[in-house]
């Protein structure tokens, strides 16, 4: 099967959902792991954040035989990331988070820096990258949680960010690692209307700051 076939059948399997059969596929053709990463370039956003997700179970199902190749997966995306690649890889921290949630043994070395690119990533690639670095924190909080509290600062920083999708993931990470008196705090983020769009359930939801932040607060309540 020539690279661009596979490509084409991959962006097929993830317009139509079907990951589980993204992961057999990669089990046999490994390089399907790769071609996952230039699917995070498509123009559809959905057909991205699915790669994101199918690249991590891919990862998972392919480990037990090529470990050695899921490792160096992982050095390619953090190359990718850094300025000597051009820092154009702008889904990276959320690969990366992905296949370390799913790998947190094979991958534990890669844990650490994943969970602080938005301490370490330079901040002119910042701008790009904060989004998808506070994802990875709320992806990762279970397995680094004790490095959290050096984080939380910047995090809630994002809050005030212009881009309103970076404030969107910066109400979503502190929801997700358990911050949420941060967020009752501020008046402002219930009022705020900058549109945010959040991956669930393999769709793309529309919705706002104020709203996410309504949400997070609501469920909060209702577990206590």
């Known amino acids: 099967m020539a690279d661009?076939?596979?490509?084409?059948?991959?962006?097929?399997?993830?317009e139509a959902g079907r990951l589980?059969?993204?992961?057999?596929?990669?089990?046999?053709?490994?390089?399907?792991l790769g071609s996952l990463i230039a699917l995070t370039f498509d123009a559809d956003p959905l057909v991205v954040?699915?790669?994101?997700?199918?690249?991590?179970m891919s990862a998972e199902s392919l480990a037990?035989?090529?470990?050695?190749?899921?490792?160096?997966?992982m050095r390619r995306l953090?190359?990718?990331?850094?300025?000597?690649?051009?820092?154009?890889?702008?889904?990276?921290?959320?690969?990366?988070?992905?296949?370390?949630?799913?790998?947190?043994?094979?991958?534990?070395?890669?844990?650490?820096?994943?969970?602080?690119?938005?301490?370490?990533?330079?901040e002119e690639d910042l701008e790009h990258f904060r989004p998808g670095a506070l994802?990875?924190?709320?992806?990762?909080?279970e397995l680094a949680r004790q490095d959290l509290p050096a984080l939380l600062p910047l995090v809630e920083d994002a809050l005030g960010c212009s881009?309103?999708?970076?404030?969107g993931m910066a109400v979503w990470c502190l929801g997700r690692v358990g911050?949420?008196?941060?967020?009752?705090?501020?008046?402002?983020?219930?009022?705020?209307?900058?549109?945010?769009?959040?991956?669930?359930?393999?769709?793309?939801?529309?919705t706002t700051v104020g709203r996410l932040t309504g949400e997070i607060l609501e469920e909060t309540a209702q577990r206590v």
Request: aromatic share 8%.
């Open 179 to 206: 911050e949420v008196e941060t967020l009752a705090r501020r008046e402002d983020l219930r009022a705020d209307t900058g549109p945010v769009r959040l991956y669930r359930n393999r769709r793309l939801e529309d």
């Open 20 to 32: 589980e059969e993204i992961a057999d596929l990669v089990k046999v053709r490994k390089r399907g």
């Open 64 to 73: 037990p035989s090529h470990p050695d190749y899921v490792k160096e997966h």
């Open 78 to 122: 953090y190359w990718l990331i850094t300025e000597e690649s051009g820092a154009v890889f702008w889904r990276a921290p959320e690969c990366m988070a992905e296949c370390c949630a799913r790998l947190p043994d094979l991958l534990k070395s890669h844990i650490p820096i994943t969970f602080h690119l938005l301490e370490t990533l330079e």
């Open 4 to 14: 661009a076939t596979l490509k084409e059948r991959l962006r097929n399997f993830l």
């Open 49 to 56: 954040w699915r790669a994101i997700e199918a690249m991590g």
């Open 135 to 141: 994802w990875a924190i709320a992806r990762l909080v």
């Open 163 to 167: 881009d309103p999708q970076a404030r």
